[in-house]
């Protein structure tokens, strides 16, 4: 039997954890499911995914925790200082002795709450230059293909659709994506990136079409989210942001390179009127050809004006013709005088040409030629002469290095059997047949 001891008392005793526990199952069937509203402190993510905060009021604070599986279900981002809504279950840590809120929802305070968030968002993203004018595309004038990202069903779509083909028909290209609750934010995000590096399959547009229509602040949130407007910002593709409804305004607008009041309106900035289009083309040709038949009568005017300044053409030539009358007469004079001195220049060079000249050059140059016999003679007489010698001496150096003269004086030559020379002992040795050549003949050795 446990020893108990003597408290004076006749209280019963019971564990840490069976109050604990006790206190905890009155709390969750006293209050189960409810929602609080305060304002967020504390706000901590853990490395496990799951957030912990407190929610205080002016008198007041609790702890609070969220599953890693909820968190991203929330349509904002929480955080310090935000009041919200928060709704979930009542219950005790045992662990800590303290009561906390499982949040499973959560939103914020009222329209003043996300328009407060709003505010800070923007600008910060201000701040960093997203919204900065010199990031702004210019709009092409008449796009081949236009993405238009939006819901795919509803009067936003047919609205836009409509209006593009009413006015100015082109090739449209719809990315259908979720306009407003969980997930939204980033499907419009994905759109928009997936349009400026698209696949082989597809074209790239000329320009993009944001749009949904009119709903509250809360319905129009994804457009607010920064994921959104980073994409929007950094797309290469000019971009027209149409959400909502005039008085509506969402940070997507700042980071777009243009903003509709409506879906509507966006179409009519994407295309011209294809009907005025063309009556400006035909306004256009009236004018070219006007101003081409103004300028032909002016040059016409012009060139007879010039044509009454110029003299007529046989008062044109009569100056030339003058002038080569006189040339004539001064050639029909001057071609005699300049035949008579090209004929005495004939006449002088024809008296070099006398055979007894010609002969007396021939033999000056055969003189010359013997001349020059003799002394090539001579040369090539002495020229022998030194070969001659030379060769003697080579012949005698060559007869002085005979290998047979150095045997006759008692030395031998010794080969092995492949017959190379075999120069040492080490050599000899290694080899068991030796070829010993004398001066009168050779020995064959074995060893």
Same mark, same amino acid.
């Given at each position: 039997?446990?020893?108990?001891?003597?408290?004076?008392?006749?209280?019963?005793?019971?564990?840490?954890?069976?109050?604990?526990?006790?206190?905890?199952?009155?709390?969750?069937?006293?209050?189960?499911?409810?929602?609080?509203?305060?304002?967020?402190?504390?706000?901590?993510?853990?490395?496990?995914?799951?957030?912990?905060?407190?929610?205080?009021?002016?008198? @007041?604070?609790?702890?609070?925790?969220?599953?890693?599986?909820?968190?991203?279900?929330?349509?904002?981002?929480?955080?310090?200082?935000?009041?919200?809504?928060?709704?979930?279950?009542?219950?005790?840590?045992?662990?800590?002795?303290?009561?906390?809120?499982?949040?499973?929802?959560?939103?914020? @305070?009222?329209?003043?709450?996300?328009?407060?968030?709003?505010?800070?968002?923007?600008?910060?993203?201000?701040?960093?230059?997203?919204?900065?004018?010199?990031?702004?595309?210019?709009?092409?004038?008449?796009?081949?293909?236009?993405?238009?990202?939006?819901?795919?069903?509803? &009067?936003?779509?047919?609205?836009?659709?409509?209006?593009?083909?009413?006015?100015?028909?082109?090739?449209?290209?719809?990315?259908?994506?979720?306009?407003?609750?969980?997930?939204?934010?980033?499907?419009?995000?994905?759109?928009?990136?997936?349009?400026?590096?698209?696949?082989?399959?597809?074209?790239?547009?000329?320009?993009?079409?944001?749009?949904?229509?009119?709903?509250?602040?809360?319905?129009?949130?994804?457009?607010?989210?920064?994921?959104?407007?980073? &994409?929007?910002?950094?797309?290469?593709?000019?971009?027209?942001?149409?959400?909502?409804?005039?008085?509506?305004?969402?940070?997507?607008?700042?980071?777009?390179?243009?903003?509709?009041?409506?879906?509507?309106?966006?179409?009519?900035?994407?295309? +011209?009127?294809?009907?005025?289009?063309?009556?400006?083309?035909?306004?256009?040709?009236?004018?070219?050809?006007?101003?081409?038949?103004?300028?032909?009568?002016?040059?016409?005017?012009?060139?007879?004006?010039?044509?009454?300044?110029? +003299?007529?053409?046989?008062?044109?030539?009569?100056? @030339?013709?003058?002038?080569?009358?006189?040339?004539?007469?001064?050639?029909?004079? &001057?071609? +005699?005088?300049?035949?008579?001195?090209?004929?005495?220049?004939?006449?002088?060079?024809?008296?070099?040409?006398?055979?007894?000249?010609?002969?007396?050059?021939?033999?000056?140059?055969?003189?010359?030629?013997?001349?020059?016999?003799?002394?090539?003679?001579?040369?090539?007489?002495?020229?022998?002469?030194?070969?001659?010698?030379?060769?003697?001496?080579?012949?005698?150096?060559?007869?002085?290095?005979?290998?047979?003269?150095?045997?006759?004086?008692?030395?031998?030559?010794?080969?092995?059997?492949?017959?190379?020379?075999?120069?040492? @002992?080490?050599?000899?040795?290694?080899?068991?047949?030796?070829?010993?050549?004398?001066?009168?003949?050779?020995?064959?050795?074995?060893?």
């Amino acid at each position: 039997m446990e020893n108990i001891p003597d408290l004076g008392h006749n209280n019963p005793v019971y564990s840490v954890s069976e109050v604990a526990q006790s206190i905890k199952r009155m709390v969750e069937d006293r209050f189960g499911r409810v929602s609080l509203r305060g304002e967020i402190s504390g706000w901590k993510i853990a490395s496990s995914g799951h957030v912990y905060f407190r929610l205080k009021d002016d008198a @007041a604070v609790i702890d609070a925790v969220c599953w890693k599986g909820t968190v991203g279900k929330f349509t904002f981002k929480p955080e310090d200082g935000l009041e919200v809504v928060a709704t979930g279950k009542l219950t005790t840590y045992p662990g800590k002795s303290s009561y906390q809120i499982v949040v499973d929802s959560m939103q914020p @305070a009222g329209v003043g709450a996300l328009m407060a968030i709003l505010e800070k968002r923007r600008k910060a993203l201000e701040e960093e230059g997203l919204f900065s004018l010199e990031r702004k595309k210019k709009l092409p004038f008449m796009p081949q293909v236009i993405g238009v990202i939006t819901s795919p069903t509803g &009067a936003v779509i047919r609205d836009i659709l409509h209006r593009i083909s009413e006015r100015f028909p082109v090739h449209v290209l719809v990315f259908p994506v979720a306009v407003q609750g969980e997930g939204a934010a980033e499907q419009i995000a994905n759109a928009i990136n997936f349009f400026n590096n698209p696949s082989s399959l597809i074209p790239k547009p000329d320009l993009l079409i944001v749009a949904r229509g009119g709903g509250s602040i809360e319905d129009l949130w994804a457009f607010n989210e920064e994921i959104v407007v980073r &994409a929007a910002a950094n797309s290469a593709i000019p971009l027209i942001s149409a959400v909502g409804h005039e008085t509506d305004t969402t940070l997507i607008d700042y980071a777009s390179d243009q903003r509709a009041p409506t879906p509507t309106a966006a179409a009519e900035m994407a295309v +011209p009127v294809r009907e005025e289009f063309r009556l400006a083309l035909g306004q256009l040709a009236l004018r070219h050809d006007s101003a081409i038949f103004r300028l032909f009568m002016q040059r016409n005017e012009q060139l007879v004006g010039l044509v009454r300044g110029l +003299p007529k053409p046989v008062q044109l030539l009569q100056t @030339a013709t003058q002038r080569l009358d006189d040339w004539q007469e001064r050639l029909l004079v &001057a071609l +005699p005088a300049v035949l008579d001195r090209k004929e005495q220049q004939l006449t002088m060079l024809s008296a070099h040409l006398r055979p007894k000249t010609l002969q007396n050059e021939i033999i000056r140059t055969k003189e010359r030629l013997k001349e020059i016999e003799v002394r090539l003679e001579l040369a090539v007489l002495r020229k022998l002469d030194m070969s001659s010698d030379k060769l003697t001496n080579l012949s005698s150096l060559l007869e002085s290095v005979n290998y047979k003269k150095i045997l006759g004086r008692g030395f031998a030559l010794v080969k092995n059997k492949d017959g190379k020379l075999v120069t040492t @002992a080490i050599e000899a040795k290694n080899n068991d047949k030796l070829q010993v050549i004398f001066a009168d003949g050779e020995v064959l050795v074995k060893l």
